[in-house]
């Protein structure tokens, strides 16, 4: 069965506190490694598809990168309106669904 | 939200009555979803469509059905609502692009409370 594990839970960080949260995953014939960006009251917005190890992706202030267990989404020199929550999932070969992780809340505070 | 609506945004019910949520797009996407999503236990498929009168069941799909008649619409039916379907619902959609991509975009959501 496939695995999507996200962590911490919770990151509470002060304006331009660089971090990373972390996507573990066992995710049978790896098609494709998922960040989305959920704000309250809305549903997931796509950030990054990731196919293979090594691959990285930037988006502004997030850079997303892929190794054959885990992923990692950097935040370098967060504002507070990076606050959300924030959701990995794993697509295996096979079928179009996805594996979702519990997804990881980060807060920044000015 | 990349074309795809969902109705009722909100609904409150009672337990035992049934319950149907819609959800239309306007990307004549393939693969359409349901997904509930509660404090915990992040994003869990109910069911999905791969085509028009093509579904599947998801991880959850008990005491849920679905159909879809046309590509733009998938609809989720509790036939007689519990407690425990207390949740948001989120419909998704997703299709092949050249790369093979396979993102899946989200509706705004459905808040359904069942008291």
């Known amino acids: 069965e496939d695995q999507v594990t996200q962590s911490p839970e919770a990151l509470r960080l002060q304006e331009g506190e660089s971090s990373s949260l972390n996507c573990s995953y066992t995710v049978s014939g790896l098609r494709g490694l998922f960040w989305y960006r959920q704000d309250p009251g809305k549903g997931p917005e796509f950030l990054f598809t990731?196919?293979?190890a090594g691959e990285e992706k930037e988006k502004e202030r997030l850079k997303a990168t892929l190794t054959k267990k885990e992923s990692f989404l950097h935040i370098t020199a967060p504002k507070p309106e990076d606050s959300a929550t924030y959701l990995c999932a794993g697509g295996g070969s096979g079928d179009y669904k996805l594996s979702f992780g519990a997804g990881t809340t980060v807060t920044v505070r000015a | 939200d990349a074309g795809i609506t969902q109705s009722p945004r909100h609904k409150v019910t009672e337990t035992g009555t049934p319950v149907t949520l819609r959800c239309h797009q306007t990307?004549?996407?393939?693969?359409m979803y349901w997904y509930r999503q509660d404090p915990g236990h992040g994003l869990r498929l109910i069911h999905y469509?791969?085509?028009?009168?093509?579904?599947d069941k998801g991880e959850v799909s008990d005491g849920y059905s679905v159909s879809r008649s046309k590509t733009e619409d998938f609809l989720l039916t509790l036939e007689s609502a519990t407690s425990s379907q207390t949740s948001v619902y989120f419909c998704?959609?997703?299709?092949?692009?050249?790369?093979?991509?396979?993102?899946?975009?989200f509706g705004p959501g459905t808040r359904l409370t069942v008291t």
């Open positions: 469509s791969y085509g028009v009168k093509d579904t």
């Open positions: 990731l196919y293979s």
């Open positions: 990307e004549n996407h393939r693969y």
């Open positions: 998704a959609i997703s299709d092949f692009t050249r790369d093979l991509h396979y993102e899946q975009y």
